[in-house]
């Protein structure tokens, strides 16, 4: 399963109250921090194409990779594409490795902030979609950035999914919600 909504929204909310309730969980974002941090070859990319300022001592700078590609659409997709397939990878190899378990997760959950805009919504068998109201996200996110310009509007992304919720309100309804959806997914 997937978890996917806009900047803001609560996505690493709705992961942990998944865990929290039986589910294995990954994030993607997690999984990208890992590339950045201990792949040579992402390490090196990174550096010849930003030069050294991007490489600190043993980790490479997120913050200032930020603010090269979060204003630079073709810098961007450089770096997606330089990515996305080794984020892919990973997942893969994670499920991989849950369903050779002797007694696998029922429920494994990826939380994938691009995952319609990647076309990778046809990895997974169910997707959830998690919105906040404009008011809500913009006092979770402290900095505005243009990421949120390519993302698909919410309401696409609600249509398109086997699950949303609409995360406004507190953690016990948003575990609440979670409940519902393993029990059903358990059924």
């Known amino acids: 399963m997937a978890i996917t909504g806009g900047i803001g929204a609560g996505k690493s909310a ?39 300022k991007v490489i600190g001592p043993g ?6 990779i930020g603010r090269i590609v979060f204003n630079d659409p073709e810098e961007l997709e450089w770096l997606e594409a330089l990515l996305h397939p080794k984020v892919v990878q990973q997942h893969s ?25 990647t076309g990778g ?9 998690i ?3 404009p008011e809500v996200r913009a ?7 243009t990421r949120e310009q390519r993302l698909i509007p919410d309401d696409e992304k609600v249509r ?5 919720y609409v995360n406004d ?5 948003l575990d609440a919600f979670v409940a519902g959806v393993m029990s059903k997914l358990a059924a």
């Open 14 to 52: 709705a992961l942990a109250a998944f865990g929290r309730h039986g589910a294995a969980t990954r994030s993607s974002d997690e999984i990208v921090h890992s590339l950045l941090s201990g792949d040579p070859e992402v390490r090196d990319a990174l550096a010849e194409r930003f030069g050294s």
């Open 59 to 64: 980790d490479a700078d997120r913050e200032a």
């Open 93 to 117: 190899a994670w499920r991989h490795e849950l369903a050779e378990r002797p007694n696998p997760p029922a429920v494994s959950v990826t939380e994938v902030p691009l995952l319609y805009e």
């Open 121 to 129: 919504d046809r990895r997974f068998d169910v997707v959830v979609v």
């Open 131 to 133: 919105t906040a109201s």
């Open 139 to 145: 006092a979770r996110r402290p900095v505005m950035d």
């Open 160 to 164: 398109l999914a086997d699950y949303a």
């Open 169 to 173: 309100g507190t953690l016990e309804e």
